[in-house]
C-alpha cells in the first residue's frame, strides 16, 4: 500500500475502528490508485480526456464506493469515502474530478433521493460501472446562484418536456445519464430533478471545453435540451424539491472535493521532498537551503490544515447515518464548507510551493507538481467558491437574518 496512504490510515485508527471490511476497501482504492498513475499521466501530457480511467475504475470494482450493497455498492461510509478521496487527490484532480461527479454527485443523489425503481434502473448499473452519471446544474447565467436557473420544464402527458442548457458539467459530454435541475414553466417558483438518459431525443452536447487551463484528463461540456422529453417515472425526489436535491448532493461533493485536495498536497509534499533530497545547488541539496524548508514546512502546515477538518466532516456524517437529525445536517453543511474553503485554498498554495522547490521543471507538464499547479486553481470555484464558502460560513455563525448571498 501507498506509504502516505497507510500513514493517513494509521492516524485515523486513533480516532476510529475500521472493520476488516473497511480495510480490504481501502486496499482496493489503493490498487486502483496505483494503475490509475501512468493513463492519467499519459493522457494529461496529450492534453485529452483519460479515456482509460472508466475501465479501470471500474476493474477494481471502485465506481459504487459509496453506495448500498443492496445495490451492487461497497457500502463504503463517509470516513473510508474521504481516504478514497485522498488516494484519488494523489492521482490527480482529473480523476478525482470523473469520481466526484459520478459517484458523490450523480450516485449519490440516485442513493438519497431515487425511488427503489430508479436505483435498480440507474444506481446499480452505475455502481458496476456499466454507466457514467453526471450532474447538471450550473446554467450560463446561474452559477453561485442557481435559483436563478431558466432550464424549464412542462408537463405533457405522462412526460416532462424540458428547455434549457447547463453549463460546464463534469463528464457531461461522456455520461449514460445525468441529474437535470429545472423549473416549472406554470410554477415558476418550483424547480425539480430530473434523471435524463443522454440518448433521449433533443440531448445535445454543445461542446466538450477542451481549453482549459487544467483537468486536462476530465470532461468539462456544455449542454442543450431541446423538447426533450422525460417519463413523469424520471422525477428525482419529489416535484418542486429539486433544490434539496441539489444541495444536499453537494455537501457530499464538497467532502469529496476537500479530500482529493488533502491528497493533492500529500503528493506535492511527497514530491518536493524528493526533489530537495536530490537537487543539489550551490554545492549541497536544496533541501538544506532553509527557504526551501520554509516551502516544505508550509506544505506539511497546509496538509494538516486540510486533512482533519475533512476527516472530523466524515465522523459526522458516519454519525449522521447513524441518527439523522435536522441539527447534524446544519452542522454537516457547515463543517462541509469549512473543509472545502480551507482545503481549496491550501491546496492552490501548497502546488504554488511545490511548483517553487522544483524551479523551471515545476512550471513543465512532466513534473507531478506541474500538473497539480494548473489543477488545483478549479477547486476554488467549482462545488462553490471560495467567497460563497465563506458566506455560508459566517451565515451559519451570524444566523439565517445575515444570509448574504
Ligand atoms: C472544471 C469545472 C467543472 C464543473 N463541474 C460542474 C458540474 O459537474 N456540475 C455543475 O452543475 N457545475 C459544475 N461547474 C460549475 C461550477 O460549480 C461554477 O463554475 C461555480 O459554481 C461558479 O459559478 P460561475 O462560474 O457562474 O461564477 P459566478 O457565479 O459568475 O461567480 C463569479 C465570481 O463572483 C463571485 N460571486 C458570485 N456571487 C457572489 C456573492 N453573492 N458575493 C460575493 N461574491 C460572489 C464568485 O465567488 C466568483 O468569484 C464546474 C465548473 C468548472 C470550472
Given at each position: 500500500?501507498?506509504?502516505?496512504?497507510?500513514?493517513?490510515?494509521?492516524?485515523?485508527?486513533?480516532?476510529?475502528?475500521?472493520?476488516?471490511?473497511?480495510?480490504?476497501?481501502?486496499?482496493?482504492?489503493?490498487?486502483?490508485?496505483?494503475?490509475?498513475?501512468?493513463?492519467?499521466?499519459?493522457?494529461?501530457?496529450?492534453?485529452?480526456?483519460?479515456?482509460?480511467?472508466?475501465?479501470?475504475?471500474?476493474?477494481?470494482?471502485i465506481l459504487g464506493l459509496?453506495?448500498?450493497?443492496?445495490?451492487?455498492?461497497?457500502?463504503?461510509?463517509?470516513?473510508?469515502?474521504?481516504?478514497?478521496?485522498?488516494?484519488?487527490?494523489?492521482?490527480?484532480?482529473?480523476?478525482?474530478?470523473?469520481?466526484?461527479?459520478?459517484?458523490?454527485?450523480?450516485?449519490?443523489?440516485?442513493?438519497?433521493?431515487?425511488?427503489?425503481?430508479?436505483?435498480?434502473?440507474?444506481?446499480?448499473?452505475?455502481?458496476?460501472?456499466?454507466?457514467?452519471?453526471?450532474?447538471?446544474?450550473?446554467?450560463?447565467?446561474?452559477?453561485?446562484?442557481?435559483?436563478?436557473?431558466?432550464?424549464?420544464?412542462?408537463?405533457?402527458?405522462?412526460?416532462?418536456?424540458?428547455?434549457?442548457?447547463?453549463?460546464?458539467?463534469?463528464?457531461?459530454?461522456?455520461a449514460d445519464a445525468l441529474?437535470?435541475?429545472?423549473?416549472?414553466?406554470?410554477?415558476?417558483?418550483?424547480?425539480?430533478?430530473?434523471?435524463?438518459?443522454?440518448?433521449?431525443?433533443?440531448?445535445?452536447?454543445?461542446?466538450?471545453?477542451?481549453?482549459?487551463?487544467?483537468?486536462?484528463?476530465?470532461?468539462?461540456?456544455?449542454?442543450?435540451?431541446?423538447?426533450?422529453?422525460?417519463?413523469?417515472?424520471?422525477?428525482?425526489?419529489?416535484?418542486?424539491?429539486?433544490?434539496?436535491?441539489?444541495?444536499?448532493?453537494?455537501?457530499?461533493?464538497r467532502m469529496g472535493v476537500?479530500?482529493?485536495?488533502?491528497?493533492?498536497?500529500?503528493?506535492?509534499?511527497?514530491?518536493?521532498?524528493?526533489?530537495?533530497?536530490?537537487?543539489?545547488?550551490?554545492?549541497?541539496?536544496?533541501?538544506?537551503?532553509?527557504?526551501?524548508?520554509?516551502?516544505?514546512?508550509?506544505?506539511?502546515?497546509?496538509?494538516?490544515?486540510?486533512?482533519?477538518?475533512?476527516?472530523?466532516?466524515?465522523?459526522?456524517?458516519?454519525?449522521?447515518?447513524?441518527?439523522?437529525?435536522?441539527?447534524?445536517?446544519?452542522?454537516?453543511?457547515?463543517?462541509?464548507?469549512?473543509?472545502?474553503?480551507?482545503?481549496?485554498?491550501?491546496?492552490?498554495?501548497?502546488?504554488?510551493?511545490?511548483?517553487?522547490?522544483?524551479?523551471?521543471?515545476?512550471?513543465?507538464?512532466?513534473?507531478?507538481?506541474?500538473?497539480?499547479?494548473?489543477?488545483?486553481?478549479?477547486?476554488?470555484?467549482?462545488?462553490?467558491?471560495?467567497?460563497?464558502?465563506?458566506?455560508?460560513?459566517?451565515?451559519?455563525?451570524?444566523?439565517?437574518?445575515?444570509?448574504?448571498?
Amino acid at each position: 500500500m501507498d506509504k502516505s496512504f497507510s500513514e493517513s490510515i494509521e492516524i485515523l485508527k486513533t480516532l476510529y475502528d475500521f472493520s476488516a471490511e473497511d480495510m480490504q476497501i481501502l486496499e482496493r482504492v489503493d490498487a486502483a490508485a496505483s494503475e490509475l498513475v501512468p493513463s492519467e499521466i499519459d493522457h494529461y501530457l496529450k492534453r485529452e480526456l483519460n479515456t482509460d480511467a472508466p475501465r479501470i475504475a471500474k476493474k477494481h470494482g471502485i465506481l459504487g464506493l459509496p453506495i448500498d450493497k443492496k445495490y451492487g455498492g461497497l457500502g463504503a461510509n463517509p470516513l473510508v469515502g474521504v481516504l478514497a478521496g485522498e488516494r484519488f487527490g494523489q492521482v490527480g484532480l482529473g480523476f478525482s474530478t470523473f469520481f466526484g461527479a459520478n459517484v458523490m454527485l450523480g450516485q449519490m443523489s440516485v442513493q438519497m433521493w431515487g425511488s427503489d425503481e430508479q436505483k435498480e434502473r440507474y444506481l446499480r448499473r452505475a455502481a458496476a460501472g456499466d454507466i457514467i452519471m453526471a450532474f447538471g446544474l450550473t446554467e450560463p447565467e446561474a452559477g453561485s446562484d442557481p435559483m436563478s436557473l431558466k432550464t424549464n420544464y412542462e408537463k405533457k402527458g405522462n412526460k416532462f418536456v424540458i428547455n434549457g442548457s447547463k453549463y460546464f458539467i463534469s463528464n457531461g459530454g461522456i455520461a449514460d445519464a445525468l441529474i437535470v435541475f429545472a423549473r416549472s414553466k406554470d410554477k415558476p417558483d418550483e424547480i425539480s430533478a430530473f434523471l435524463v438518459d443522454t440518448d433521449t431525443k433533443g440531448f445535445g452536447v454543445e461542446m466538450d471545453l477542451t481549453e482549459k487551463i487544467g483537468l486536462f484528463t476530465s470532461n468539462t461540456a456544455m449542454l442543450s435540451f431541446q423538447d426533450m422529453e422525460v417519463p413523469e417515472e424520471n422525477v428525482l425526489g419529489t416535484l418542486g424539491n429539486g433544490m434539496y436535491v441539489a444541495y444536499s448532493s453537494i455537501l457530499n461533493g464538497r467532502m469529496g472535493v476537500a479530500s482529493a485536495c488533502t491528497g493533492v498536497i500529500r503528493d506535492c509534499l511527497n514530491a518536493s521532498v524528493d526533489r530537495a533530497r536530490e537537487r543539489v545547488q550551490f554545492g549541497k541539496e536544496i533541501g538544506k537551503h532553509q527557504l526551501i524548508q520554509e516551502h516544505i514546512a508550509e506544505m506539511a502546515l497546509n496538509l494538516e490544515r486540510t486533512r482533519w477538518p475533512t476527516y472530523i466532516t466524515a465522523l459526522r456524517a458516519i454519525e449522521y447515518g447513524k441518527n439523522p437529525s435536522a441539527e447534524l445536517v446544519r452542522e454537516l453543511d457547515q463543517r462541509s464548507a469549512i473543509a472545502k474553503r480551507i482545503a481549496s485554498r491550501a491546496v492552490w498554495e501548497s502546488a504554488d510551493h511545490a511548483v517553487q522547490v522544483f524551479g523551471g521543471f515545476g512550471y513543465s507538464l512532466l513534473s507531478p507538481v506541474g500538473r497539480h499547479y494548473c489543477d488545483a486553481r478549479v477547486t476554488r470555484i467549482f462545488e462553490g467558491t471560495d467567497e460563497i464558502m465563506e458566506l455560508k460560513i459566517a451565515e451559519h455563525i451570524l444566523g439565517k437574518g445575515f444570509r448574504a448571498f
